[in-house]
């Protein structure tokens, strides 16, 4: 018996929203310590990475370790269907072939629950090596979807270089070429609105505007966004969820290619 | 006046001309491609995806119970032997704690095995082929009695130099008997199980219970 509870519906709602364009289909992953997803897009190219902590949620019964693959987009018409105060219970018998949410609204005035048909998906794991990062960018979370949404008019690509003084995307397309620098803030008053830059060595990587679009989907989850950076490994995109976890996004660089 | 007209058309021309050989500069640096990479470059895909305990378990006990749906009797050949009449030899390797074969009878309540048993012993020539076993607290039976051609019936007794065991398997909702190898058995051994019958009773009429 897996049994989930979640009094903040619109939450699990805001990470569907973060995925769903990036993956067609995921297999989550429930055990005693919470919830794992972990997929690749299509192309091989980006890589989501969730882990939500049983402790997050505000009721956590998982006696079995299982999986239930999902379509997303299927899971999305499920919460297209839940209020926004609404509480969401996820629940699966061991061994089940369908998942039933349901949702509560506010006052328990109304109740309605939705069963999906699981899939059998043959996902391939990934393993992730910890590693050192030269960079580690912190800053707030809307100003890097704004940052990324106006260059990805003129590229097709970001070159984020990371320097002791700040941070710079640029990028270069057919009607030329955009720049924005961060500077690292001096004033920490507002932690969620400044931009802290751990550095060890100076690092420039080029990435796809496209998926870097996509992370940027995950920006209702967090104030904030941790970019690392090491050369020749994939960035990673981090969110944290309030009091619930952490979705990551991987992202493996562009390099030129060797003209010899 | 239309010498100012051409005039303006061969600039304008010209300058048409400028604009489109400096796209071709600007595209110039394009030529060094910047294809991306993988993610399976980086991080290398975990081939064995780790399972629980319990989830080999299950594994396990599925596929013996696809076995046993399935009747599989591979592996075994049915010989006559000087003394002992029909057993069963190894015509494969047995892995230690594989299946083998089935028991496989009529599964009936210890009432009816009374009453089997009572019929039974009215004829001498009629084998001992009850499997009395206990499960959920009740003891059961399957009688094998029936010339049915299935080799489970017909392997031999050995107390001293088994290499089968029984288990107790649950499938559909009944409770099914499989023998299992004790230890590595190679192609041409006679297979063997502990009938574990030892009462005085039995012993008088089978003295060969007792090896």
Request: charged residues 25%; proline residues 2%.
């Amino acid at each position: 018996m897996f049994e989930a509870r979640l009094v903040n519906s619109a939450t699990f709602k805001k990470i569907l929203d973060a995925i769903k364009d990036l993956l067609d289909q995921a297999s989550f992953d429930c055990s005693e310590s919470g919830i794992q997803l972990q997929a690749m897009d299509n192309s091989h190219v980006s890589l989501v990475s969730l882990n939500l902590k049983s402790d997050g949620f505000d009721k956590y019964r998982c006696d079995r370790s299982l999986t239930m693959g999902m379509n997303l987009a299927s899971l999305s018409k499920v919460f297209r269907c839940s209020g926004s105060d609404d509480t969401v219970t996820i629940k699966a018998q061991d061994d089940a072939d369908t998942v039933t949410f349901m949702f509560e609204s506010k006052k328990q005035e109304k109740i309605s629950d939705y069963e999906m048909k699981l899939m059998n998906l043959d996902q391939e794991h990934l393993g992730i090596p910890e590693t050192e990062f030269s960079c580690i960018i912190k800053m707030p979370s809307a100003e890097f979807a704004r940052i990324v949404r106006d260059l990805s008019q003129f590229g097709e690509s970001i070159v984020i270089s990371c320097t002791k003084e700040g941070v710079k995307f640029s990028t270069q397309g057919d009607i030329g070429t955009g720049n924005v620098k961060l500077a690292q803030t001096n004033n920490f008053d507002k932690e969620e609105e400044s931009v802290i830059i751990d550095m060890q060595e100076p690092v420039s990587l080029t990435f796809a505007c496209q998926y870097l679009n996509l992370f940027t989907k995950a920006t209702p989850l967090s104030n904030q966004v941790t970019l690392s950076m090491c050369d020749n490994v994939p960035l990673v995109v981090e969110y944290q969820i309030p009091d619930l976890g952490h979705l990551c996004y991987y992202l493996a660089p562009k390099i030129e290619e060797d003209e010899n | 006046m239309s010498v100012e007209i051409t005039n303006f058309l061969y600039y304008s021309i010209k300058s048409s001309r400028k604009t489109s050989s400096r796209q071709l500069i600007m595209k110039a640096p394009k030529n060094v491609r910047k294809t991306n990479h993988q993610l399976t470059e980086y991080f290398s895909v975990r081939k064995s995806v780790r399972r629980t305990k319990k989830q080999v378990l299950r594994e396990q006990q599925r596929h013996l119970e696809d076995l046993i749906i399935n009747e599989v009797e591979d592996g075994l050949e049915c010989r006559y032997t000087e003394g002992k009449g029909r057993g069963v030899f190894a015509t494969k390797d047995f892995e230690k704690g594989s299946f083998v074969v089935e028991y496989s009878g009529d599964f009936i309540s210890l009432l009816e095995a009374n009453v089997r048993e009572e019929e039974y012993s009215q004829n001498e020539s009629t084998g001992c082929y009850m499997y009395y076993f206990r499960y959920n607290d009740q003891t059961f039976c399957i009688d094998a009695t029936r010339e049915s051609g299935k080799m489970g019936r017909l392997i031999n007794h050995s107390r001293t130099n088994s290499n089968l065991y029984t288990k107790t398997l649950l499938v559909e909702g009944l409770p099914r008997l499989v023998l299992l190898a004790k230890e590595n058995i190679k192609r041409g051994q006679e297979l063997l199980y502990d009938y574990g019958d030892r009462s005085r009773e039995s012993l008088k009429h089978h003295p060969w219970l007792k090896y």
